[in-house]
């Protein structure tokens, strides 16, 4: 199963990290942005160097749909495009689209994004809750189908996720308590070898608190953990998301690694010294994740 193949990979390369591929134009280095190309082509040429320094680090990609979206039907296919060659590098695809609507509509999102004949075809796909049960049951019913996974919204590392994580239903429980537990009961039956199930959720980094009491209600639910770095994560904040074993976390940084070569005064503009500062905070962020795990997590297994 996939998420068997998420722990052996976490296990084989000691980093549960995995790394964002946000194309934000500004921010990409000039060298990429020679006057011949189009913006589609130096998106794809900047992350297929960006998937080639740190593929050997990390167990996962995450590009961000929006910013792919942003350029119309070339910036699409650009997304499937480093979706394929990202997997064909040996690497787990987590399609971070946040997508959602209810019935035949949400079962179009799922084939798209998850079904082995869909443009996209990636491992997983971020999956919005709030339109209710009906609209989360054909992202489900693909991933089971597909042997793929999905990580639902339920405790977001933006400030006013609040908002809505902790607004009360009529029972008194707390919308990301209940989703915690829908998404628990719907895993259940499809849990791998390795007592995980890949319908996951995501939980922010910048909420250890929060994230602690969601992972005590989902022991063997994936999570997906944005906010580590630029949004204020820290490496003890994200201990909160994992079991005792280390295991039942991604955690995920974009900017962090991205763009760092922004604050590197020794950058000399080239592609290939991009390309090493990428992989030098890609190994600071696995050193740093892994190092805080092996002083909280009293069993962990790799």
């Known amino acids: 199963m996939l998420i068997d193949r998420v722990v052996r990979e976490t296990m084989k ?3 549960p990290c995995i790394t964002g591929i946000d194309p934000e134009w500004d921010m990409i280095p000039d060298c990429y942005k020679p006057d011949a190309l189009s913006k589609a082509e130096v998106i794809w040429e900047w992350a297929k160097d960006v998937i080639d320094a740190v593929k050997d680090i990390v167990i996962a990609v995450k590009p961000q749909m929006a910013f792919y979206e942003v350029y119309g039907a070339d910036g699409f296919r650009v997304f499937e495009k480093v979706s394929e060659y990202a997997k064909k590098q040996g690497l787990i695809v987590v399609d ?12 179009a999102y799922a084939f ?3 079904a082995k004949e869909g443009p996209i075809n990636a491992d997983f ?11 989360m049951k054909p992202f489900i019913d693909m991933a089971v189908k597909e042997d793929k996974g999905i990580f639902v919204l339920v405790r977001t590392s933006n400030p006013s996720s609040s908002e809505i994580a902790e607004a009360v239903k009529a029972n008194g429980e707390d919308v990301s308590d209940w989703l915690a537990g829908y998404l628990d009961e719907a895993g259940s039956g499809c ?11 995501v939980v922010g980094a910048t909420f250890p608190r929060e ?3 969601l992972r005590k209600r989902m022991k063997n639910s994936y999570f ?9 994560g820290s ?3 994200v201990t909160a998301c994992f079991n005792e074993d280390g295991l039942g976390a991604l955690v995920s940084s974009s900017r962090g690694v991205l763009y760092k070569y922004r604050d590197s005064k020794e950058y000399d503009g080239s592609k290939k010294m991009y390309q090493d500062i990428v992989h030098a905070q890609a190994e600071k962020m696995q050193q740093e994740v892994y190092r805080a795990l092996k002083e909280s997590c009293k069993e962990i297994c790799y």
């Open 235 to 237: 490496a003890k904040d």
């Open 211 to 213: 994230a602690a009491e």
């Open 224 to 232: 997906l953990v944005p906010g580590f770095g630029a949004q204020g």
């Open 125 to 135: 796909l971020t999956v919005s809750p709030f339109l209710g049960t009906d609209s």
């Open 13 to 15: 390369k000691k980093n």
């Open 112 to 114: 798209a994004h998850l």
């Open 96 to 107: 971070d689209s946040k997508r959602n609507d209810i019935g035949n509509t949400a079962r």
């Open 191 to 201: 849990i791998g070898k390795s007592g995980y199930s890949a319908l996951g959720a």
